[in-house]
């Protein structure tokens, strides 16, 4: 099977979310199954010198954007084994910045016409091309709309994933024509209409052999209108065409058996992640306290992880209870200015590092005691599994993978990962840690929810098999 995967962004070369970790496992994990796997992506200023000058030229396409034919040099590039190719157009990917510009339609317009334009160039012929997200939807559409007819794409079949339904690309309809050279056949209800505009996203959809999401509760709750953002009837319609498939993690970078980040490694080690915990509270000037709960967040400062209810109660908890809470991540300056206040107000017992570290977040992954994520909506999220990892133990708020990966923990049974609630409510969340941290202080509990954690599986092994069954069905191999 030769797939071929079309991002905006992937590890290590070009980051802004999980979208990016995604690409860089998972053609890992197919590959290793024996598929021949490779990635598209734009070539943003930003990705590290090391490896534009690793890259091989291979030559030049001219790209249809409308009336217009816009250059496109080709990049090559093997990395830990997988073949990138890279799009590079000075005029559309040579800014700071991923995304926010006014032109984005015209810049992904123009990435999904390369995608399918340079493949010849490359001597690829994939069986299968997997996009991802609004930034690369437009590849099922253009393909049936301008390539079908040509025997070398007449096989090719489509995968599309939603990683965040939030974002859909919406754009004017003038780019139907102007960009994608379409008429309005392609304008309609069951098309890329959206509201007298052109979805993206929708495009994906209604266009692709097959779509999936990034977990099987969050495959549910688009079905519905408060998740659906307006696709929810379109989604419902899908049937067996959408399946959803719980992300995994690199396994291999994030093990605090080999971390170099972290001050002890451990595999399973209770004691040493105490050890760990010292470690970080004397870096933030804690006060030093192996058997005080250390509750953690790494998340964006914004609405939708559910900060409004930790603002809620942050300061009675810390006020009554015996715990110290660390938080890292940038967002939203109102979000950013509460917690530096709320650190000033507790500072024996909170630190606010607003900030984005690599290093540092895999510290807290590995010192803490318990691991916060109260998302209003989470489609799958990647911090509890880290967390999970690391034995940090999540208390998470019942939605997408969240609910399909943390499993209440049973004190009867032995059974379970982590600690949930229902309720988008700041009282259900805090009555939630605070049963954690009552199980924290009975040993044979305590050891038993870590054990369950750290053991757990939470790598691309049996996703990638998920992905693969969905390649087989739509190329009907």
């Known amino acids: 099977m030769k797939v071929l995967f079309a991002a905006a962004e992937s590890v290590p070369f070009i980051k802004t979310g999980g ?36 890259m091989e030229h291979l030559g030049e396409v001219y790209v249809p954007v409308g009336w217009r034919s816009q250059y496109c040099g080709i990049e090559k590039l093997l990395h830990d084994g997988i073949t990138y190719y890279f799009v590079d157009n000075e005029y559309y990917f040579g800014r700071d910045s991923v995304y926010g510009y006014m032109d984005d339609g015209e810049r992904f317009a123009f990435f999904n016409r390369a995608v399918l334009q340079l493949l010849k160039s490359a001597d690829f012929q994939p069986d299968v091309i997997h996009c991802h997200d609004w930034h690369a939807a437009l590849i099922p559409v253009l393909l049936n709309a301008h390539y079908r007819h040509d025997l070398f794409y007449y096989e090719m079949r489509t995968v599309f994933t939603i990683h965040n339904l939030l974002y859909q690309g919406i754009f004017p309809y003038e780019v139907l024509g102007e960009l994608l050279e379409l008429d309005n056949r392609y304008f309609t209800v069951g098309g890329l209409e959206y509201y007298g505009n052109v979805n993206f996203m929708k495009g994906g959809i209604v266009y692709s052999d097959h779509v999936t999401t990034v977990s099987p509760t969050y495959a549910r709750e688009i079905q519905t209108a408060h998740y659906g953002y307006g696709l929810d009837g379109l989604l419902s319609s899908l049937g067996p065409k959408l399946s959803g498939i719980v992300n995994g993690i690199d396994t291999k970078s994030y093990n605090p058996a080999t971390d170099s980040h972290i001050a002890l490694k451990y595999r399973s080690s209770i004691a040493k992640k105490k050890e760990n915990k010292i470690r970080l509270q004397e870096e933030l000037h804690l006060p030093v306290s192996a058997d005080t709960p250390l509750i953690a967040m790494v998340t964006r400062l914004v609405d939708s992880k559910g900060l409004d209810l930790l603002v809620r109660v942050l300061d009675e908890m810390l006020t009554f209870d015996d715990i110290q809470f660390v938080i890292l991540g940038t967002g939203d300056s109102n979000y950013e200015h509460w917690f530096r206040e709320a650190e000033q107000r507790h500072p024996a017992k909170l630190s606010a590092q607003i900030k984005f570290s690599d290093a540092l977040s895999r510290k807290i992954y590995a010192s803490s005691d318990i691991f916060l994520m109260p998302s209003n909506f989470e489609p799958c999220g990647i911090s509890q599994l880290l967390a999970l990892r690391y034995g940090s133990i999540p208390v998470v708020r019942e939605t997408g993978g969240l609910n399909d990966t943390v ?11 982590g600690f949930s609630f229902t309720n988008i409510n700041a009282h259900d969340m805090m009555h939630t840690i605070r049963r954690a941290v009552t199980f924290y202080h009975q040993p044979e509990h305590w050891n038993k929810i870590v054990k369950n954690a750290i053991s757990g599986d939470y790598s691309w092994n049996v996703s990638a098999e998920e992905y693969k069954d969905i390649y087989q069905r739509v190329t009907g191999r």
């Not at 970790?21 to 598929?35: C, E, S, T, W, Y």
């Not at 796997?37 to 534009?52: D, K, Q, S």
């Open 19 to 54: 979208l990016a970790d995604v690409i860089g496992a998972l053609p890992q994990a197919l590959q290793r199954r024996g598929d021949d796997v490779r990635v598209v992506l734009p070539m943003y200023r930003g990705i590290p010198a090391h490896f534009r000058e690793q």
């Open 407 to 417: 499993h209440a923990f049973n004190e009867f049974t032995g059974e379970g990962n």
